[in-house]
């Protein structure tokens, strides 16, 4: 039993340094007493692209849910829009001040769709717009990597008020740019405050070592049991 103590201890410490789920809010802190409708908050049929600065993030990530906030502006809302979104993510060379009106020029060759659905839903000032991803995606930031993420909403009507998610229009982390059929924004330095729910990616030497922890653990533990 002693000789499996020390690997036992080499394991958990292992596992105990495999980084575990996390949130990183991107865009903070919002703008007090406003906030923004589009994409999500008004009648808004069209493309909505929002870029984010490598340097914004710690380390690679992999993205399973996208959350919104609506904390700053209350319009009195009781329901979220009805429509589709359909929403992709990918690694760009685009910065949050030059995003391009040609949409396509913006989409990373890893374009990946990890959304796409209705988002109806009662709704009160405070709430949280919670998007759960089909898809994950794993980003890994770099200079001249950032991280786009395209929306395309289509049928969208809205129920009663507008719901003004909140935003920061001054900073250097994002920019946006919309669609010309609504009022054709460009916007470095605006738009919504992003959580991304993510997994930290492990560097392979840790999982090789947890590996190799486990491996030899499985053997002592025969060794054991044939004595």
């Known amino acids: 039993m002693k000789k499996l103590l020390p690997i036992l201890l080499l394991c958990i410490s292992l596992l105990c340094a495999v980084p575990a789920f996390a949130d990183q809010i991107i865009g903070l802190p ?7 409708c589009y994409p999500f908050g008004c009648a808004y049929n069209g493309e909505y692209q929002q870029v984010y600065t490598a340097s914004a993030f710690s380390g690679p990530i992999t993205i399973r849910d996208l959350e919104f906030f609506n904390t700053t502006f209350n319009s009195g809302a009781t329901e979220m829009n009805t429509g589709t979104w359909t929403i992709s993510l990918s690694t760009t060379s685009a910065d949050w001040n030059t995003l391009s009106h040609n949409f396509a020029s913006n989409i990373g060759p890893d374009n990946t769709m990890v959304f796409s659905g209705n988002l ?8 949280t717009l919670h998007i759960n991803l089909t898809t994950p995606f794993t980003y890994t930031p770099a200079p001249g990597a950032n991280l786009l993420m395209d929306i395309a909403s289509s049928g969208v009507s809205v129920p009663g008020a507008y719901i003004f998610f909140d935003e920061n229009s001054s900073n250097t982390v994002i920019g946006r740019v919309c669609g010309d059929g609504y009022d054709g924004c460009y916007n470095p330095g605006d738009g919504l405050v992003t ?33």
């Open 120 to 127: 109806f839903q009662p709704w009160a000032f405070g709430d």
């Open 195 to 227: 959580d991304f729910t993510t997994g930290a990616v492990p560097e392979p030497s840790s999982l090789l070592l947890l590996g190799s922890g486990l491996v030899g653990l499985a053997g002592a533990v025969r060794r054991s049991l044939g004595k």
């Open 30 to 36: 919002p703008d007090p007493g406003g906030g923004n």
